[in-house]
């Protein structure tokens, strides 16, 4: 099992400029989750899924978007990217019914400049 | 309003001393608590959890201390090794909502 994987690793954008991340998992999981990760600052979530075709704001929702068309993927995107994007993203998976354990995938570290 | 607090940005001990590593929270509705540890470059993976209906969970070296009344968990390491010097995050979830909250972690030391 890979677990959770994340596509591109690493990748530099200019203002304006937009994306997609994508997440999959190959667990089952019903839940899926955005996360961004700031210097010194915490994981704070974005969006999450809980199932196929379902998307819910978390606490930092404003300039990204997300999609869920299969229980495997979560994709999140930037329409236009600005400089207070530049982060480190990491998609997590959890089922449903268990304790809440996350399993994490390496993130994707994104530069705007 | 940050609902989960690490107040310790970092902490520093010796090799096979014990480490504590505080988590406060505020909102009552929390039902499991988590510890994950995250090394540089990579995700956090799950450390150790706990049931509100709980006050202990041990699971070798490492334990976590739940007092609900205080709104308070800690973690101990016992005894502390240089590989578990990391930056660990404490995570607060409402199983229900589907989602945790979590600190802003707590970047642990072990020197030699």
């Known amino acids: 099992n890979a677990g959770v994987t994340q596509t591109p690793k690493f990748r530099v954008l200019k203002t304006g400029q937009s994306m997609t991340l994508l997440c999959a998992q190959d667990?089952?999981?019903?839940?899926m989750y955005w996360y961004r990760q700031d210097p010194g600052m915490g994981l704070r979530l974005i969006h999450y899924?809980?199932?196929?075709?379902?998307?819910a704001k978390g606490e930092v929702p404003d300039g990204y978007n997300v999609s869920r068309l299969k229980k495997q993927n979560f994709l999140l995107g930037l329409e236009s990217a600005a400089p207070s994007q530049t982060s480190v993203y990491f998609c997590?998976?959890?089922?449903?019914?268990?304790?809440?354990?996350?399993?994490f995938g390496p993130g994707t570290r994104l530069l705007v400049l | 309003d940050q609902q989960v607090k690490q107040n310790s940005p970092s902490l520093s001990v010796q090799e096979g001393r014990i480490s504590i590593l505080n988590c406060d929270y505020t909102n009552s509705m929390f039902d499991y608590f988590l510890w994950y540890k995250k090394y540089p470059a990579e995700g956090p993976t799950f450390l150790i959890s706990?049931?509100?209906?709980?006050d202990k969970n041990e699971d070798g070296r490492f334990t976590v201390f739940l007092n609900k009344s205080a709104k308070h968990l800690s973690l101990h390491i016992v005894p502390s090794q240089p590989g578990d010097s990391a930056v660990y995050f404490c995570a607060a979830t409402a199983l229900q909502a589907g989602k945790s909250t979590f600190g802003d972690g707590t970047t642990l030391t072990v020197k030699p």
């Open positions: 706990i049931s509100s209906i709980k």
């Open positions: 899924s809980v199932g196929e075709g379902t998307t």
């Open positions: 667990m089952n999981h019903e839940y």
């Open positions: 997590a998976s959890n089922d449903r019914g268990g304790p809440g354990t996350q399993y």
